[in-house]
Each structure stands twice: as structure tokens, then as C-alpha cells.
């Protein structure tokens, strides 16, 4: 069976507009494409939404429209194209991904063996006993090696040694591994889990790490006055509703000294599609920061404990548990170039749920 690409784009259009329809998020062409490329290079589910760079809500849509349409099929968590699903990406001249990821750094441009001697040793030690991840905060810890990396990343671009740093939810520990390596001035955790909180203040204690203190705190309330502009960096990994994202590194922000002053953030493609991306790249820029990098992929996420009862298990069209890392996220660094005017208020509300959210 041969198609012609006039007819193979036609099949995909109709499909994509049924996607589009089915799942009232954005869905691009392009998107499209992405999600057909990463079928054609492997038949792992898990696999498949990681090479896919598309939001899960979005991509498991329209696997459902492909499977409907006899283009797929899903079985034992393995989703494989069918004679016609192949001759439709075939006439469309989609080609199978070719990742060149470089094995030294796993693609972060840095190493965080540049790290002073036994940090990397004394964090993996330390986080062997850290508390599990839970729902309930939309928890979901990032590998050793991707906490470290963070850090010999900050350091790398100036905003770790000597300066004032807040780190905004830990569940990543990296206020502990920003504090083994002794170069910063002071190190505030904030955290709303009460666990994380005892657990990083016995570390510091027990580590002998006296510039590092963790202070419970829930970032729908105002940040304390004794917080504002204090700092002159903050890291944080967000929970992706917009509203969310907004608040958390709004409070950022607001805990900043001012111009010159930085700030890390994880964002991903499982929750976040590029509409989202920017509605946030809009958002800092209004606010008077500029995002200087963007390390895609950078942030790889240890499989949590709670992945059958996170809402998008029920969009998958099979099901088998993650046998390897699938949620990453891309690193962002920004700069702030002015003061930003925000209010320091209260939020109201869910703040952990849009229509991409996927893992809460
Ligand atoms: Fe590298």
C-alpha cells in the first residue's frame, strides 16, 4: 500500500483535528510530527513521551486518534505502528529521531565532578535517607547527579560562591548539596513538607553546615518581609499549573536584592506545551528578567512511588510501569535587569492543576 503525501497529509490533518477537539489543550502540527518521529525510534510507552517533547495530555489524545484509526497499536506498555501507520509517516517523509546526546555530561554542557572532592560522595550518601516523594505537594525528586549538576551549573555562571541563596521547595536537596561545597554565603531552604524541614536541618546539624537553614513555609502566603529582597539567587523546580509556576517564582523574585540578581528553574514538555512556555518566557520578560540559558532535558526525575495514581495514567492507552528515567525537564537561568513590580499577596486555591497537568 502506497500513499501519495497529498493523502498521507490529509489522513494526518483529520487526525490532528480530532486531537485538537478531543483534548482542549494546545496541539501543534509539529507536535504532530514529533510524536510520529518518536514511535518510528522506539516502542516503549515511557520512551515514546520522552523523545516526544510533547505534552502527555496532548500525546496520549492522539495515540487514542492513531490507535482509532488503525495507525497504532498499544499492548503490554508497547505502542507499535501498523503497516498503514508506517506507510502514513513513510509518505510523510517523518524520520525516525537521532539522538547525539553527549555520554560525558548526559547533555548538560557541564560536570559536576568539578565539584570540590567528596561533595558528590557526601550528597549521595546524605540523600540515601531523605524523605519519599508524596502527591500531596506534587513531589517527584530529580536524580543525584542531576542536583549536583545544578549546582556546578550556578557555580559555573557565578551565583554560587560568596552569594545569598533560597531555594524554593527542596524535595531536589539542593540546598545540601549547594551548602557541601562550602562556597556559598548563606543557604535558606523553604519548603512546605515539614519533613523536608527536619530532614535538611538535621543534615546541616549533623554536617556541621552552619550556613544552611530550613524554614517551613507555604508559598500561597505572602513571602516574610525578613525574606524580601534578601538574596541573590534563587533555585527552584516548580509545580507546572500555570498558576503554580507563576506564584513560585514570583516569590522568587520578590526575594531577590534587584538588578544582576539570578534565578534556576525546571520546566517540562510533559505538562508545559510551548503555549505555556510562552506565557511564561512573557511573563519574566514583563517582569524585568531575562532568560539567559535554556538546557533542554537537563533535569532527570527519579520514578516516584505514586505514578498509578497520578491523573494521567488513565490517558495512557497501555499500561506497564517505567523501567528507566522519563520525566525530564529543561533547565532555565534567568537574570533580573530590573526590580520587579509585583504584590506580595496571598493566593487562593489549586494551585497544582491545569488543563496540562499530568503527574499530580
Ligand atoms: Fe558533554
Known amino acids: 500500500m502506497s500513499l501519495t503525501f497529498q493523502e498521507a497529509y490529509q489522513d494526518l490533518r483529520h487526525i490532528y483535528d480530532q486531537t485538537r ?11 504532530a510530527e514529533r510524536a510520529l518521529a518518536a514511535l518510528l525510534t522506539t516502542d516503549n510507552l515511557w520512551e515514546a513521551i520522552r523523545l516526544s517533547h510533547v505534552p502527555l495530555r496532548a500525546l496520549s489524545t492522539f495515540w487514542h486518534q492513531l490507535i482509532k484509526a488503525g495507525l497504532l497499536k498499544a499492548h503490554d506498555g508497547a505502542l507499535r505502528l501498523t503497516e498503514s501507520g508506517q506507510a502514513l509517516t513513510q509518505a510523510l517523509g517523518v524520520a525516525p529521531l537521532r539522538e547525539a546526546t553527549c555520554a560525558h555530561c548526559e547533555g548538560r554542557g557541564v560536570d559536576y565532578r568539578t565539584l570540590p572532592e567528596g561533595v558528590a560522595e557526601r550528597f549521595a550518601e546524605i540523600a540515601r535517607h531523605r524523605p519519599e516523594a508524596i ?6 525528586f530529580v536524580t543525584d547527579a542531576t542536583t549536583l549538576s545544578r549546582i556546578a551549573f550556578a557555580w559555573h555562571r557565578g551565583d554560587l560562591e560568596g552569594k545569598a541563596i533560597i531555594v524554593l ?39 556541621g553546615l552552619d550556613r544552611l537553614e530550613a524554614v517551613r513555609y507555604d508559598l500561597r502566603e505572602p513571602l516574610p518581609t525578613a525574606w524580601l529582597r534578601r538574596f541573590d539567587t534563587f533555585l527552584t523546580d516548580p509545580t ?4 503554580g509556576f507563576k506564584t513560585t517564582i514570583e516569590r522568587g523574585l520578590l526575594a531577590l536584592r534587584g538588578p544582576g540578581s539570578a534565578g534556576y528553574f525546571g520546566l517540562t514538555h510533559v505538562e508545559s506545551s510551548y503555549e505555556k512556555w510562552a506565557q511564561i518566557q512573557r511573563f519574566l520578560l514583563d517582569h524585568g528578567a531575562v532568560l539567559t540559558d535554556l538546557i533542554d532535558d537537563f533535569s532527570a526525575y527519579v520514578n516516584w512511588g505514586y505514578i498509578e495514581s497520578m491523573r494521567s ?9 517505567p523501567e528507566r528515567a522519563w520525566y525530564y525537564s529543561a533547565l532555565h537561568r534567568i537574570e533580573l535587569l530590573r526590580t520587579p513590580d509585583l504584590d506580595n499577596t496571598a493566593v487562593e486555591g489549586d494551585i497544582f492543576s491545569d488543563a496540562e497537568a499530568a503527574t499530580t
Open 169 to 207: 521547595g527542596d524535595d531536589d536537596l539542593m540546598s545540601i548539596a549547594a551548602a557541601l561545597t562550602g562556597a556559598p554565603a548563606h543557604i535558606l531552604a523553604i519548603d512546605i513538607d515539614e519533613r523536608l524541614i527536619q530532614f535538611i536541618n538535621e543534615v546541616a546539624r549533623q554536617e
Open 135 to 140: 502527591q500531596a505537594y506534587d513531589q517527584g
Open 313 to 321: 495514567w488513565e490517558w495512557l492507552p497501555t499500561h506497564s510501569l
Open 240 to 243: 507546572e499549573s500555570f498558576l
Open 21 to 31: 477537539q478531543a483534548a482542549s489543550v494546545p496541539f501543534t502540527l509539529r507536535d
